[in-house]
């Protein structure tokens, strides 16, 4: 038994690991970031153990790479409270994992772009919003000590690059860590498209810059327009529209069964239009706008909904 | 931090010989030796450093990356091919066995289940050249329909079940897998998770051996299983198990770390790296193999310590068998049988068997979670598909493949998925039920029909039920990264070969009302799926249109949405479509709609279902 005739091993001091996880959604490259990194520390001499995920998390579902690297590296998977940096390629991701970040010393970046899946626009009853609810940055910035937050996608979209928001996110993880920037540098050339070499360099500079030059305050008041998404409002549920059918004037043209977008209608045995799931519609009126006959009229409650979400934010 | 370091040598295994350098590091001596790798990619270099001849798979997370990266060896060197289900590929790997070269053969653990048919004669038979199966399980399910453990499959058929921990013995385990089975003349099976199938570490490579060409040993006695040749052969099994507890209580593949602790836990693949990294300071046996289990070694172990603890992801395997070997343990009273295991998992653990105090650390800052499932990509079109059938509001027997995802809202349009291939067999079964009023469809991959559902749609056929079968026919095995299969007409080498054509072979099984339609002509699917339904019998619809992710992105003209004919309906919002995305305005109560450029593929399934023609390509409106 190899351990048991060098207790040396097993004795010998053990440094802690630094524990990087890297977050997103499907499609972001979180993959790319993390290898940049884990090439990184294996150039630097370090064991690197790098984790991901493969298969149906693809499909723009969330996605995690942990990275952890160090002298001697036993678990592949980060525990929750240990990352030293959690990277977020897009807010709500970076929300999700915050639990697993070191509460402390911890640090936190983060893309302040918001991608908003399918599955939280499924209420679309009148004044119904998107369930993507999550924590301002500002909000968040006074829970977590050591939180950068910013807009990589619109730094990387000035610098005429937009797919380079993960190198900006590089960039600013350089400063979390103790490698140059020098061998940075040389692991992303190494790493990415020949041609898009230079502009991610660049990418990378201008993250790292702004990490440098972090300046806490200016970036929470610059923040303060990012408030907290509206949220998810389902107090309206009952609030249902009514479907007036005149059934005299129908002639079973079958147009707004086929047009309902919520599939509410169906024609009769009389081959007549009528309404079989009240409770899925949400007044949107394509039937009657539809009906060649006039036979539908859509009644809906009357009530205050603004225009646009900002309004409605400054409603509440 | 400290840049050049020791890499810790526990993991040589018996199998590395020239193992000088024990430094990583610029400057290393050996350095090139290393590289970063999948437990996935270690385990295919072990299998081209052992000198084999054939390896085949069928696709299936986690297990996929293992072929793909031995057909990155040469040509001359080996075969790698896609099989065309598991069991296939498995009595490929035994044919070559029979005739003296190394065979491989790689699964996901439901595809053993496939294959296992065949597994249960081949371990009667054993092997001429060397017969090793990678299967990889996926305790915590991230991308399967169970978490059986492949464990207790592989000790009915009496394989021995060799678990690595890390890349390095990924590497190393599948090398001495084939020397045991030509010693021991027995399949061996190496035993994978996702975990270690998709981590990356660093591994110590080796050369290729050349091993001899045995040729086909005539010895009819051996080679066919009939019941006068199984009976003298089952003793033989027995007799074999014994010698294989014998061999593994003395190998060097197991592995003890001394330790200061009074108990001592016993554990095997990846869990160890959780111990490790909770109780650095424990003894530890690590197990090479789970079965059969190296009696005298673990009496050993378990008389020098006080306590015994036994750390193994889903079943107890381990457990069980040193139950029965009269020893007191402790393991799934406190490790759980679900799931997968973690450090957080292991620290729970020990804190319940009072040998670690619970950890006093402050709550963490808990944000709120916003629930983001997986979906069907921007332009699938298996989208249309789906749509269609809700249309007609079918019941509808789905399968595996990424259309299970149209389970999920808004499309809602699955209704069961069991395993591969099942959706035609159970919509036969609904049907021959005759107590449903809508019409049943059973809808299965193009790949996911030629695994498992060729026989099945004989039976539908033969039993005259009157089913409508879509077969979604994106031209690739879409789910596990698109690769080449028998209906892409391309070995997974790039040859071109020859293409199954799903029309004629529909035909020929007696289906009488078959059409191709294109999956993105909505109008198109709609009708033709009526007239499917309408027919009496089976009727099978090809939705066809090749995936737009994999193997190569297709990407046409972007759309854009006029805002200000925009309705705010949410007729387009009933894809899913993750490039279709509200708008900050609204219109009476309800959001607008606009199309994120940066991801939409130009399918215009959006366009077609936009009752105000609000959607159009940039300047056609």
């Not at chain 1, 996608?153 to 103790?178: C, F, H, Q, Y």
């Not at chain 1, 998404?229 to 147009?255: F, H, M, Q, Y």
Request: hydrophobic letters at 40%; one cysteine or more.
């Amino acid at each position: 038994m190899p351990a048991a005739t060098e207790p040396a091993v097993v004795a010998r001091t053990r440094s802690v690991p630094k524990n990087v996880l890297i977050v997103g959604v499907g499609g972001q490259g979180v993959i790319m970031v993390s290898k940049v990194l884990a090439v990184l520390c294996q150039e630097q001499g370090f064991e690197v153990k790098q984790s991901e995920v493969h298969g149906m998390a693809k499909r723009g579902g969330s996605v995690f790479s942990h990275v952890r690297f160090g002298e001697q590296v036993y678990s592949p998977v980060i525990p929750r409270g240990k990352v030293d940096v959690l990277v977020a390629l897009e807010w709500a991701e970076g929300l999700r994992w915050l639990p697993y970040l070191n509460q402390r010393r911890g640090t936190f970046i983060a893309d302040t772009q918001h991608i908003i899946p399918p599955f939280a626009c499924r209420n679309r009853n009148r004044g119904a919003h998107s369930a993507y609810v999550c924590e301002s940055v500002s909000e968040v910035m006074e829970q977590v000590p050591n939180s950068f937050a910013l807009d990589a996608v619109g730094m990387a979209t000035e610098l005429g690059v937009p797919r380079a928001a993960n190198t900006v996110l590089l960039g600013i993880l350089s400063a979390a860590l103790d490698f140059s920037a020098a061998d940075w540098q040389s692991v992303i050339s190494q790493l990415v498209p020949p041609k898009t070499v230079e502009a991610n360099l660049q990418a990378f500079a201008q993250g790292r810059d702004w990490a440098l030059h972090f300046d806490r305050e200016s970036v929470k008041s610059a923040c303060v327009g990012l408030l907290r998404n509206a949220a998810g409002n389902l107090d309206n549920v009952a609030d249902l529209s009514r479907v007036e059918i005149t059934e005299a004037w129908c002639k079973g043209c079958d147009i707004c069964v086929k047009f309902c977008p919520e599939r509410c209608l169906q024609l009769n045995a009389r081959q007549v239009v009528e309404m079989v799931h009240a409770e899925r519609c949400t007044g949107c009126r394509m039937c009657e706008w539809l009906c060649p006959d006039f036979a539908i009229a859509v009644h809906t409650p009357r009530l205050p909904y603004p225009a646009t979400v900002r309004d409605n934010n400054e409603l509440r | 931090m400290t840049t050049v370091l020791q890499m810790t040598t526990i993991h040589q295994a018996a199998v590395r010989q020239s193992d000088d350098a024990c430094k990583v590091g610029k400057h290393a001596a050996g350095q090139r030796d290393i590289r970063p790798m999948l437990g996935n990619e270690a385990i295919a270099r072990g299998v081209w450093e052992a000198g084999v001849k054939v390896a085949t798979a069928y696709p299936g997370t986690p297990s996929t990356e293992i072929l793909e990266n031995i057909a990155r060896y040469p040509a001359a060197d080996l075969v790698a091919q896609w099989g065309t289900n598991e069991k296939v590929a498995l009595d490929v790997a035994i044919g070559a066995s029979f005739v003296g070269v190394r065979a491989f053969v790689c699964m996901k653990h439901v595809g053993l289940n496939v294959a296992y048919d065949s597994l249960m004669s081949v371990t009667y038979i054993g092997v001429n050249g060397a017969l090793v199966l990678a299967v990889c399980d996926d305790p915590g399910i991230h991308s399967s329909q169970n978490e059986q453990d492949s464990r207790l499959l592989a000790r009915i058929a009496m394989v021995p079940v060799l678990e690595p921990a890390d890349a390095q013995e990924a590497l190393d385990f599948t090398r001495i897998a084939f020397e045991i089975s030509e010693q021991f003349d027995t399949p061996v099976m190496v035993r994978s998770t996702t975990r270690l199938s998709h981590t990356r570490s660093r591994v110590r490579v080796g050369q290729r051996i050349t091993v001899e060409d045995k040729g086909f040993i005539e010895s009819t006695a051996k080679n066919v299983m009939v019941p006068a040749h199984a009976r003298l052969r089952h003793p033989l099994l027995l007799e074999r198990e014994q010698k294989l507890t014998e061999y593994f209580n003395t190998s060097p593949l197991n592995q003890q770390d001394a330790g200061s602790s009074h108990y001592g836990i016993i554990t095997a693949g990846i869990s160890y790296s959780y111990v490790k990294e909770v109780v650095p300071e424990a003894q530890v046996l690590k197990l090479a193999v789970t079965w059969p289990l190296p009696s005298g070694l673990l009496r050993e172990f378990c008389d020098r310590v006080e306590r015994v603890l036994v750390v193994e992801e889903l079943e107890p395997v381990i457990e069980d068998e040193l139950r029965k070997m009269g020893i007191a343990v402790e393991g799934k009273s406190l490790f759980p049988r679900v799931g997968e295991f973690s450090p957080a998992v292991i620290q729970t653990g020990l804190v319940k068997a009072g040998l670690l105090t619970a950890d006093t650390t402050e709550a963490a800052y808990e944000p709120s979670q916003l629930a983001r499932p997986p979906v069907l990509c921007a332009g699938c079109p298996h989208t249309s598909s789906y749509m269609v059938l809700r249309s007609v509001n079918a019941r509808v027997a789905g399968d595996i493949g990424c259309y299970t995802l149209a389970s999920i809202e808004p499309l809602d349009a699955v209704d069961t998925c069991v395993a591969m291939g099942c959706s035609i067999a159970n919509a036969v079964g609904m049907a021959k039920a005759d107590n449903q009023t809508r019409p049943i469809v059973a809808t299965i991959g193009d790949s996911t029909f030629l695994h498992a559902g060729i026989p099945p749609l004989i039976d539908a056929v033969y039993n005259k039920a009157d089913i409508t079968v879509m077969i979604l026919d994106n031209h690739t095995v879409a789910m596990t990264g698109g690769q080449d299969y028998a209906g892409t007409g391309i070995t997974l080498r790039g040859e071109k070969t020859e293409r199954v054509n799903f029309r004629d072979l529909v035909t020929s099984i007696g289906v009488k009302w078959v059409r191709q339609v294109d999956s993105y002509n909505l109008a198109q699917m709609h009708k033709a799926l009526q007239e499917a339904i309408r027919f009496k019998g089976v009727a099978v619809l090809i939705s066809d249109r090749p995936c737009v992710i994999d193997p190569i992105r297709i990407r046409g003209a972007v759309y854009q949405i006029t805002a200000a004919t925009c309705s705010g309906c949410q007729s387009c919002m009933n894809l899913g479509c993750p490039s279709l995305v509200w708008t900050d305005e609204m219109i009476d109560g309800h959001h607008k709609v606009t199309i994120d450029t940066s991801t939409c593929m130009g399918c215009s399934l959006c366009a077609q279902v936009c009752p105000s023609d609000a959607i159009h390509l940039p300047g056609l409106q």
